[in-house]
């Protein structure tokens, strides 16, 4: 079978090379409108300025009475710089010092005697336990009583004591505050109460307790080999809320 159009005349035969032409030429088109940019003209106002209207203004010279700079300081003398010799004739003794160490065979030249050296007694404030001292401390009332009965008498008289100026806080009580406190103080040497200190389940409660044990009287103090020493002793005080 023969062939009847001309294969030169073919348009099919470079439809390949046209397309990649076609397709280069979209491609470049695309890429140069994203890359196109453009810019937003802003309007020019174009404004004459007159100066037809400006005022000279004179301005003032003001003269300011500053004072005129002090003067130099005045050149310093020239120091002579002709130096004599002076020969020394004086003939300096030099000081030795001697060592202070003494050794066995150095001589001491005045010995102190024992009988010479005053000895002050140093009064010491000596704290002997409430179990274990001879003589308890005494309380008013009980210096008539017999030693066995003295320990009875001083428990039954702090008792009496603490009932007799107990009163439980207002504070206290419009709180609901109740415990026990346990106080501690010491009768020292002069048979005063001294280093009261206390421990409960509120200030309240033990400012109370110190208080009581402050208005203690004087006592006949506590003594140990006939010597009046101080006595520490403990005071437990229950404050109890009543319906």
Do not use: W
């Not at 050794?103 to 409430?130: G, K, L, S, W």
């Not at 208005?215 to 005080?237: C, D, E, N, T």
Request: proline share 7%; net charge negative; glycine share 4%.
């Amino acid at each position: 079978m023969q062939v009847k159009k001309n294969p030169a005349v073919d348009v099919g035969r470079n439809s390949s090379i046209y397309f990649a032409i076609g397709l280069n030429l979209m491609l470049l088109s695309t890429y140069l409108m994203f890359e196109h940019k453009s810019y937003k003209k802003d309007d020019i106002v174009i404004e004459t300025l007159n100066l037809d209207d400006y005022v000279d203004e004179d301005i003032k010279i003001i003269n300011l009475n500053i004072p005129p700079p002090p003067p130099p300081p005045p050149a310093l003398a020239i120091v002579s710089e002709d130096i004599k010799v002076v020969e020394d004739i004086v003939e300096i003794e030099e000081t030795v010092i001697e060592s202070s160490e003494v050794n066995q065979t150095d001589v001491i030249a005045e010995v102190v005697r024992v009988e010479d050296v005053e000895v002050e007694e140093v009064e010491e404030d000596i704290e002997v336990p409430f179990a274990v001292i001879e003589n308890i401390p005494v309380f008013p009332g009980c210096e008539n009583v017999a030693k066995a009965e003295q320990l009875k008498c001083f428990e039954n008289s702090i008792k009496s004591h603490v009932k007799n100026n107990f009163n439980y806080p207002e504070t206290a009580s419009d709180l609901g505050i109740y415990g026990k406190v346990y106080v501690l103080f010491v009768i020292d040497n002069t048979g005063h109460v001294a280093k009261i200190k206390s421990r409960g389940p509120d200030k309240i409660l033990e400012k109370e307790a110190e208080r009581i044990i402050g208005l203690l009287p004087k006592m006949i103090p506590g003594k140990q080999r006939g010597r009046a020493v101080s006595v520490p002793y403990s005071v437990p005080i229950s404050f109890v809320l009543k319906n």
